[in-house]
């Protein structure tokens, strides 16, 4: 064999490996990200919740696990709590108590502005 063809598969065959090694790694990657995607999406996640009104149970801020799966089981029930983005603010999550289902009448001690100007729908 000629030294310029030796060259030329030696090079053929590093190119090859590197490009082998490249591939199956953006493969592997592609693989973990959507195991990774499916399990947040359906199974459940790391969250952080905003706003004072759960306050002691959940702080301001607190980074609390969400899982996803009891809603599809169960359903919602009062005294779950629930996450949701934000109305006023979607990039945050605001975390709330169930405390009437469709249907009920929730009654409280005195007027409060809470109950007039929220409205949630699960």
């Known amino acids: 064999m000629e030294y310029g063809q030796w060259w030329q598969s030696l090079h053929r ?28 999406e359906y199974v459940g996640g790391v969250v952080m919740c905003s706003g004072p009104s759960m306050e002691p149970t959940i702080q301001n801020s607190d980074v609390v696990f969400a ?14 709590i629930v996450i949701a983005k934000s109305p006023s603010d979607p990039k945050s999550n605001i975390c709330k108590r169930v405390i009437g289902l469709e249907g009920d009448k929730i ?13 949630y729908v699960a």
Request: net charge positive; hydrophobic share 35%.
């Open 13 to 40: 065959t590093m190119l090859r490996g590197v490009l082998g090694k490249t591939f199956r790694l953006v493969g592997y990657t592609i693989q973990y990200g959507c195991i990774a995607h499916c399990a947040f």
């Open 67 to 80: 899982e996803n799966l009891s809603r599809h089981f169960y359903g919602i029930q009062r005294g779950d």
């Open 107 to 119: 009654l409280s001690n005195s007027p409060s502005v809470f109950f007039k100007s929220h409205s």
